[in-house]
């Protein structure tokens, strides 16, 4: 399933505020309601356009959604730069984790956490949109690193990569919103390490 936004006519201008609108009108109520309680109508609503404004861009709630989900990133899952090695990717997951704390940053991934799965259609395109770029991403780091001699030969890299993915699930359940990006990344590497992974063999 490929998801992305809509097209609009030939020919037709596109508002960047209104653009900018509808996504934070969609954040804001996937945060504040939910997956189950959001509708083009309400984002229309929220941002202050009309329902045919957002159709314009998208062609349904779940492509709205994962453009709504995205919106805050810097950078898509797709195109993540390549790290060093596994060090600086925590480093920089960190960071992220620890920017959004005063905003919907970690509320966002919460509900996605405990909702999404409910929601088929949407779990789906997330899965290919993030989820699996994602992975690959890390996986990637994984192996480079096992290639320089960070991880021993026989390391399970798919057990390395759910230890590290399950370590900040957990954080993210667990600790308050105001833990800063330092402290997440001396945890996440605290968890490396106990994965046999060696920064200088």
């Not at 490929?2 to 996504?23: F, H, K, N």
């Not at 990133?73 to 960190?94: C, G, I």
């Not at 956490?113 to 993030?130: C, G, N, Q, R």
């Amino acid at each position: 399933m490929t998801v992305g936004p809509t097209s609009g006519a030939p020919g037709r201008p596109r508002s960047t505020e209104a653009d900018t609108a509808i996504l934070d009108a969609a954040l804001d109520l996937l945060v504040e309601r939910g997956i189950g309680a959001i509708s083009i109508e309400q984002v229309a609503q929220r941002a202050g356009v009309t329902r045919a404004t957002v159709y314009r861009r998208y062609a349904d709630r779940t492509e709205l959604l994962i453009a709504a989900i995205h919106h805050d990133h810097d950078a898509a899952p797709d195109e993540l730069p390549e790290p060093d090695d596994v060090e600086q990717l925590l480093s920089w997951w960190a960071q992220a984790l620890g920017t959004p704390a005063a905003g919907r940053g970690w509320p966002l991934i919460r509900r996605l956490m405990t909702e999404l799965y409910d929601h088929p259609e949407l779990a789906e395109a997330f899965t290919e949109v993030s989820v699996e770029p994602r992975n690959r991403w890390i996986r990637a780091a994984l192996i480079r690193d096992r290639d320089r001699g960070r991880f021993p030969a026989d390391a399970d890299l798919g057990v390395v990569q759910q230890i590290i993915t399950g370590a900040v699930v957990t954080h993210l359940l667990t600790r308050p919103d105001g833990t800063t990006a330092h402290e997440i990344e001396d945890y996440l590497l605290a968890v490396l390490r106990e994965t046999r992974y060696r920064r200088n063999p």
